[in-house]
């Protein structure tokens, strides 16, 4: 709990804001938008709500009105008469949004270029060689989850709180394209990383950006040819229709 000391325009003196739990409904959606991005809850994978709450140990309602939350961010598709099903996405999905992080992010490491201290460039190091050991150890969560830190490290030390929001709203959705190609583009990616380090400790706002853009642009390419590999997708099984109740 925390006491509200008086002041202008402040609580009176004694009043005290009690820390409200967390509602149900965005515990669920928390859970099923990360079980997406790390690969428990496929693409394309039917999702039946029984069963969701089957295994999240809670009720039916949560579980439904976390998936409509889902579908208006682009998560879930749902389909009428047949249900949720996680999002498969198209490339040119991709291309958009890696497209909006470059343009961000190469910004952010130009002004982060500009205002980095030695505190911040002794994080940034840290994270490099963190998420490489991730990588090398075979810790494809672990250096997905590092790699995510450090960039979202980077725009924090733009110092532009609307690139810190920007940036936050593609951060879980770069994650969920990158997963997958963790395990080819790790060792890659964490030397672009320690260059891009470099240029933002030699103070050098073009190559910073230029970095990463181009680290950016490596991703994109490294996310089509995977696709390209995987050869066309089949298409996912259309789950059985609801049946609905006959009423006499």
């Not at 980095?116 to 672990?142: I, M, N, P, Q, R």
Request: hydrophobic letters at 35%; aromatic letters at 4%; charged letters at 30%.
């Amino acid at each position: 709990m925390t006491t509200i000391s008086a002041g202008p325009g402040a609580e009176p003196a004694g009043v005290r804001h009690v820390k409200r739990p967390q509602p149900l409904r965005e515990s669920v959606y928390e859970a099923l938008t990360e079980m997406i991005i790390d690969g428990t809850l496929e693409r394309g994978r039917h999702l039946v709500e029984v069963e969701l709450a089957g295994l999240l140990g809670v009720s039916r309602q949560p579980v439904r009105e976390a998936l409509q939350r889902l579908n208006n961010e682009g998560w879930v598709d749902l389909r009428p008469g047949f249900g949720a099903m996680v999002h498969v996405p198209a490339e040119d999905e991709v291309d958009q949004l890696l497209a909006a992080r470059a343009a961000l992010e190469s910004e952010s490491a130009r002004l982060a270029a500009r205002h980095a201290t030695k505190e911040d460039l002794a994080k940034l190091k840290e994270l490099c060689k963190v998420g490489t050991a991730f990588h090398e150890s075979g810790d494809t969560d672990g250096a997905v989850r590092t790699n995510g830190e450090l960039h979202a490290f980077i725009t924090q030390m733009s110092g532009n709180r609307f690139l810190i929001d920007f940036a936050a709203q593609v951060d879980r959705r770069v994650r969920w394209y990158y997963t997958p190609l963790a395990p080819v583009r790790g060792a890659a990616s964490w030397r672009e990383h320690s260059r891009l380090v470099k240029a933002i400790s030699d103070g050098d706002e073009d190559k910073a950006a230029q970095t990463m853009r181009e680290h950016t642009e490596h991703t994109r390419k490294a996310y089509h040819d995977l696709r390209a590999a995987e050869g066309p997708a089949e298409p996912t099984p259309e789950p059985e229709p609801r049946r609905r109740r006959r009423t006499l």
